[in-house]
C-alpha cells in the first residue's frame, strides 16, 4: 500500500516553495534525471507527485507507464512562468475519452 508521501519535480526556483510546504523536492530539468526521478518515487511508493507541466512534457513515455496504476498520481503543475496548457490538456483527453464528448471547451470541430 502506498504511503501518504508526496513529492515535487522540476526545476529549482519553481518547485522551492514545495519543500517549504513538507514535500519530498527533485530538481531535475533533462529528460533523463525527470524520468530516473519519476521510477524512484514509484518505487519508493510516494502517493501523489507533482511535475512541472515542462518536466512532464519531456518524459511522456514514463508518465504513460503510470495511468493505469494506482499509485503514484502524477499531476502537472504550471512551473514559475506559467502554464503550457500540457495539465488542462491531460485532463481534457481523459474526459473527452471517458464522455465521448468535448464538455471541458465545447469544441465543435
Do not use: C
Amino acid at each position: 500500500m502506498a504511503q501518504n508521501r508526496m513529492a515535487a519535480i522540476g526545476d529549482r526556483d519553481s518547485i522551492m516553495l514545495w519543500r517549504a510546504l513538507g514535500l519530498e523536492t527533485v530538481f531535475a530539468e533533462d529528460a533523463l534525471s525527470i524520468a530516473r526521478a519519476i521510477d524512484r518515487l514509484a518505487k519508493e511508493e510516494v502517493a501523489v507527485i507533482y511535475i512541472t507541466e515542462q518536466a512532464a512534457e519531456k518524459v511522456p513515455d514514463t508518465i504513460q507507464r503510470y495511468l493505469t496504476k494506482s499509485f503514484p498520481a502524477i499531476i502537472p503543475i504550471p512551473n514559475r512562468e506559467g502554464t503550457t496548457g500540457y495539465g488542462m490538456s491531460g485532463i481534457k483527453r481523459n474526459v473527452d475519452k471517458a464522455i465521448g464528448a468535448d464538455i471541458l471547451f465545447g469544441d465543435n470541430k
